[in-house]
């Protein structure tokens, strides 16, 4: 499934890498595309990556009375408890899978895409990087958390190869979060690194539901690290 997209094409000459920024429940991928803009006082860019801000498909949202929203997948509930809904899932792997393929057709291979994203975002970046794909070069999960019964937890529980490397993960939590206490993404880490997942969780102080300078200059140094240039970039810099 085809779903507009907002696109931060690499400073340089090449493009060597992709990172996807999925959206929170209600948003739009130029919307927070202009969150990180504001708080960094330019774009997320990088000379060898493109950035890739989509846009979730109008659709009913049970935590809203059923109105419609732009939301990746339905639920019950807001709660780390509720039952996943996989039939709505199924819909978000579609267009996940669809972004990574579009990426893979323009010769960028999966360990060199970094998908990430904000809330519900996150949370689709958790699905997509340890259930979907999981070869990718890493995970960032802001402000985001997994529910307990999650087919995540099952996918990687089942992994017929246990040695292979899964991608790192990058997850950030406000300390004063209500919408999403920050323990349902330190319980949704820690059942992650139980299960082989590798990386670091970053509690960030007084912080509500939302995104922060910090985080995004953090996230900024940690994607350089997971996608750095290629021979090929360093020599089309020249």
Same mark, same amino acid.
């Given at each position: ?39 960094? %006082?330019?774009? /997320? ?5 493109? !950035?890739?801000?989509?846009? =979730?498909? &109008? ?69 997509? %990087?340890?259930? /979907? ?5 890493? !995970?960032?999960?802001?402000? =985001?958390? &997994? ?92």
């Amino acid at each position: 499934m085809k779903v507009a997209v907002r696109t931060i094409k690499p400073t340089g000459r090449t493009h060597s890498a992709s990172v996807i920024f999925f959206h929170g429940s209600g948003d739009t991928g130029p919307n927070v595309l202009e969150w990180v803009r504001f708080l960094l %006082g330019k774009d /997320l860019d990088f000379r060898h990556i493109k !950035v890739i801000y989509p846009t =979730a498909p &109008l659709q009913k949202y049970t935590p809203m009375d059923g109105e419609l929203s732009t939301v990746w997948f339905d639920r019950r509930s807001i709660n780390v408890a509720a039952q996943e809904s996989r039939k709505s899932m199924a819909q978000s792997y579609d267009i996940a899978n669809q972004l990574i393929q579009d990426e893979v057709d323009q010769g960028i291979p999966h360990n060199r895409i970094v998908v990430g994203g904000f809330s519900m975002g996150g949370a689709l970046a958790l699905h997509t %990087g340890y259930h /979907l794909n999981t070869n990718l070069a890493g !995970v960032f999960a802001h402000s =985001a958390f &997994l529910n307990r019964g999650s087919v995540v937890y099952e996918s990687l529980q089942n992994r017929t190869n246990s040695s292979d490397e899964l991608p790192e993960l990058r997850s950030y939590h406000g300390d004063r979060d209500t919408l999403v206490p920050l323990d349902w993404g330190k319980e949704s880490f820690d059942a992650l690194q139980k299960l082989g997942v590798t990386g670091t969780f970053k509690p960030l102080k007084n912080c509500l539901h939302e995104l922060k300078k910090a985080s995004m200059l953090d996230l900024e140094q940690w994607i350089n690290e997971k996608l750095p240039p290629l021979e090929s970039d360093m020599q089309n810099k020249l």
